[in-house]
């Protein structure tokens, strides 16, 4: 029975812990809900390096806050410069490319790297304020990117390495970036994957791209423009590794993040410099109870929410060493990541429930073969944990010794929001248990009235926190009516949620049309525009099937224009493949069918969630009054049984 269990954390984990009890964690809740000025001030300053310290703590005018206003500081200045004295020699990364390759790099040589490339984007005319796009595989060179840019106050956007040419078009040009960071490729499964290519596709219609740097990964060779794209290493050469942080405001913009929101198009989270470090770097000791000998290693890729906030800036940050891996965990055998977590003795380790899935249809032996002993904390985010997975990964990989932090938050809380603090709170398989200290959730209605204990809602959070969206990146009529329109002036997650009788939250998922697959989010309608741009389709309706592995599936409901062939199945696969070159490989179709029709209700507006009925149950309930034509689903869902 999900809920029933309850592990209390290990005297040993406790007694050693920033957090060790639940006194402590409520006392910590108590001080931020109090007084939350004094509460965050005295955080910001225990917790980064300022230049110039604010005039106020924050500034709320809802939609619209600022945090730390008037501060002055610079987010790579915090996760190098500040650690040199103390942890100069002390890993920043421990890189681990796919073939096999290794790199343990210290701070002082890390910040050496992003001091050097920092000039090398000055001397091609990059400026504080401009755009750049980094599209990378999991390499060094990623981290490098990313740090040069706030470095310099250049805003930079990861675009995941999955996406396609389209989808990095898209982002350019949303973002008018002027600098493309990008490598020849990188190796997945043995194969490489030709990022270079993409960008010269995407940027056929991105006039505005000025400066392509392109880092040698896999050798192979590439087309370079001349005059636009450049060589990493070629542009280094004879380039000095001395360059000062830029003195940035705490409101300064530090990346933009496109995500999937319920229309066709991605919207550009944006998050700022001070109040964005200030929270990633306390959630690293809350959440992760880092300390100065942990090996910490979140398997995120830079290009999601995770991989900016808890592989990068937060861990460097507080100063940790940080294992970072190229490649695919099955490659060359389901074991290699035990591999990996045996070799660097990784203490603390953070991954999602899809992976997890994954590696318990592969069975115990792969990780049996491993030394996992440096193991003292599991971290679980991107999509709620079920029972059986949780109790393995509990029981095979932490030996029921290591607490799992279960962390609910999004790519628009910048860090996160709910989850044990795991010397402190009792666990309950499923749960992400309690906020973190300044954070009001909520369970409302449709009104906005608080549902009783127990009951399901909205998930809401009522006050500002440092590391919130600020807006989303040149809409903020959108960023206003996505977020802050249902309830007006409170946080609306798009996530429905109960709170037990206990004060535990449990995340049932989202309320929007955006799916969960493998803990990536995507849009329905993001997927029938991709669709609905194939010369066949007519129309397209989208859904999220449930998956025993990715937790959902994209499955397509297509309906055909006149004329279009009827080999069905040569089509179904022309489209999937249409959508993962649209989109990106990540969203590719689990599933095409056929309709002559979708049902629709009599103002025309498809319902989905019968399609999702048809889909997960084979038949349909409910209510179906304001359909058009009913005939539509029955045919649908008897369509299964023909199947
Ligand atoms: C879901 C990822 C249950 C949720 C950090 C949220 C979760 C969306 C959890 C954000 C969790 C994330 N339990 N559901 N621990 N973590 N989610 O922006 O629906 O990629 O709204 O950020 O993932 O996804 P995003």
């Not at 930079?156 to 960071?181: M, T, Y």
């Not at 995500?259 to 992760?288: A, D, E």
């Not at 990536?520 to 859904?543: D, G, I, Q």
């Amino acid at each position: 029975m999900p809920g029933s269990d309850v592990f209390t954390p290990p005297t040993s984990f406790s007694s050693q812990a920033h957090v060790g009890s639940l006194d402590e964690y409520r006392s910590l809740c108590r001080r931020a809900e109090e007084d939350p000025e004094n509460f965050w001030a005295e955080m910001a300053e225990a917790e980064v390096h300022w230049f110039e310290k604010w005039s106020h703590v924050f500034e709320w005018n809802p939609p619209f806050v600022k945090w730390f206003v008037g501060a002055k500081t610079n987010a790579a200045y915090n996760c190098l410069d500040r650690h040199l004295e103390t942890r100069g020699d002390k890993a920043a990364l421990l890189f681990e490319g796919e073939p096999g390759d290794r790199r343990s790099i210290s701070y002082r040589e890390l910040h050496e790297m992003v001091c050097r490339f920092t000039n090398v984007l000055k001397a091609r005319g990059s400026r504080p304020g401009d755009r750049a796009i980094i599209y990378m595989p999991m390499i060094p060179e990623a981290v490098v990117a990313m740090l040069a840019c706030a470095r310099l106050g250049v805003t930079h956007s990861v675009v995941f390495g999955g996406f396609s040419a389209e989808a990095l078009k898209a982002r350019i040009q949303d973002l008018d970036a002027s600098l493309v960071l990008t490598a020849d490729g990188g190796w997945r499964r043995g194969k490489e994957v030709r990022l270079k290519d993409a960008v010269d596709e995407a940027l056929t219609d991105c006039p505005g791209v000025r400066n392509v740097i392109v880092a040698r990964r896999c050798g192979s060779s590439v087309q370079m423009t001349a005059g636009r794209d450049h060589w990493w290493h070629e542009l280094e050469e004879g380039v000095g590794a001395d360059c000062p942080a830029e003195v940035l405001d705490a409101e300064h913009p530090l990346f933009v993040l496109y995500t999937s929101g319920t229309t066709g198009k991605p919207k550009g989270i944006l998050h700022t410099t001070g109040g964005y470090l200030t929270y990633t770097t306390c959630t690293m000791k809350w959440v992760f109870d880092l300390k100065e000998d942990d090996v910490y290693w979140c398997t995120a890729d830079v290009g999601w929410v995770t991989g900016h906030s808890y592989l990068v800036y937060g861990p460097l940050s507080a100063g940790a060493t940080c294992v970072l891996y190229e490649g695919a965990p099955d490659y060359p055998a389901w074991d290699r990541w035990w591999e990996i977590a045996a070799r660097d003795k990784v203490t603390t380790f953070y991954t999602s429930p899809t992976a997890i899935r994954a590696l318990i249809k592969q069975g115990d032996s792969y990780p049996a073969k491993h030394d996992l002993s440096a193991l003292r904390l599991l971290g679980s985010v991107g999509e709620p944990i079920n029972p059986a997975a949780w109790e393995w990964y509990h029981r095979v990989i932490g030996k029921e010794r290591c607490p799992i932090v279960d962390t609910w938050w999004q790519t628009e809380t910048g860090g996160i929001m709910i989850s044990p603090m795991p010397g402190a709170v009792p666990l309950k398989p499923g749960s992400g248990t309690f906020p973190m200290p300044g954070i009001l959730p909520e369970v409302v209605d449709f009104e906005g009235k608080p549902v009783a204990p127990g009951g399901e809602g909205f998930l809401i959070i009522k006050r500002p926190w440092p590391s919130m969206i600020r807006t989303i990146w040149g809409d903020p009529q959108r960023f206003e009516q996505q977020y802050f329109s249902r309830i007006p002036g409170i946080y609306f997650t798009g996530d429905a949620a109960r709170c037990d009788e206990d004060g535990y939250y449990w995340i049932l998922g989202r309320v929007d049309d955006v799916m969960n697959v493998s803990g990536h989010r995507l849009s329905t309608m993001e997927v029938e525009s991709a669709l609905v741009r194939h010369p066949a389709v007519a129309e397209a309706a989208v859904v999220g099937k449930p998956h025993e592995i990715t937790g959902q599936a994209v499955c397509c409901f297509v309906t055909l224009k006149q004329g279009a062939s009827t080999d069905h199945s040569a089509l179904g696969k022309e489209l999937r493949q249409w959508v993962a070159h649209e989109i990106g490989p990540f969203a590719r179709p689990e599933e095409i069918r056929f309709a002559e029709s979708l049902p629709k209700t009599r103002s025309g507006k498809i319902m989905r969630r019968l399609l999702r009925e048809i889909v997960t149950s084979h038949t349909v309930t409910g209510d179906v009054t304001t359909l058009e034509d009913l005939g539509v689903v029955t045919k649908l869902a008897a369509q299964h049984d023909d199947d």
